[in-house]
């Protein structure tokens, strides 16, 4: 197992599902860990679940499409746990469904929800990175990945277009920014999970899911764990010259 012993690492979107797995395998890596989530339930009840198997922690609430959210909760973890050397873009969401059963389709979602989407999943990015950059720039280090989706690569037909807009967008941030504060020492990179088995996933049609699964080289829907294991990799010493890149964790169902 790799070491994250002494850093600090803020995970969004930490109180369930992948981002959850992510903070968890960070935590088990010896890494002091903010849970942070907009639900101070799901927060309190994931960091409580780590901190019992003798990890350090530290649930947040806040939402990450507020920027004086976002540097409060910033403030606080720097201030209960240390300078924050990783970040984990995670915090995403991907509302409502249309007429059809699947995700709202252009002509059926409000502008409202497009910039609700647009505000958690893409600028909820740029308000944390933006919160905690300056501390790595005087560290000379730090890492920095985001969530993405193949759903920012290619069609998907279970997500909205508002959704596939911002994980096409975190690509380009990762890659910009790499390029940004790669003389900081700093690395930015992506993943971009395929089918995974989340809750949200088990509520898609059964067939669905079983197309996905034989659609896929490997046979399999991917575990929020293969994502975290992706994450731990690229925060880690082992990828210390590993910047600008988007991990897709699909098991071969998307090669590009």
Not at 62 to 76: L, N, T, W
Not at 99 to 114: F, I, P, Q, T
Not at 123 to 134: D, E, I, K, M, Q
């Amino acid at each position: 197992m790799t070491s994250h012993s002494g850093k600090v690492v803020l995970v969004t979107g930490a109180g369930r599902g992948i981002g959850q797995a992510i903070a968890d395998a960070h935590a088990a890596a010896g890494a002091s860990v903010a849970y942070l989530d907009h639900d101070p339930a799901l927060a309190a009840a994931a960091a409580e679940a780590a901190r019992a198997r003798g990890a350090t922690t530290l649930a947040v609430s806040a939402d990450v499409a507020d920027e004086a959210s976002v540097k409060a909760a910033v403030a606080r973890i720097v201030d209960t746990l240390g300078p924050i050397g990783v970040l984990i873009n995670n915090a995403g969401i991907s509302p409502k469904s249309g007429a059809d059963g699947k995700r709202a389709k252009l002509g059926e979602m409000s502008a409202e929800e497009w910039r609700r989407v647009l505000d958690v999943n893409l600028t909820g990015a740029f308000l944390c990175a933006s919160a905690v950059v300056p501390a790595m720039r005087v560290a000379g280090r730090g890492s920095i990945v985001s969530v993405s989706s193949v759903a920012g690569k290619t069609y998907c037909d279970i997500v909205g277009v508002h959704y596939a807009a911002t994980k096409a967008a975190l690509i380009g941030f990762t890659k910009h920014l790499a390029g940004e504060l790669g003389p900081d020492g700093i690395t930015v990179n992506a993943v971009a999970p395929g089918r995974i088995d989340t809750p949200l996933m088990r509520g898609t049609a059964p067939e669905a899911n079983e197309a996905a699964r034989m659609a896929t080289p490997l046979r399999r829907l991917g575990s929020p764990e293969d994502v975290a294991q992706t994450c731990l990799f690229l925060t880690s010493d082992n990828a210390a010259f590993v910047t600008g890149q988007v991990c897709d964790v699909a098991g071969g169902w998307l090669m590009t």
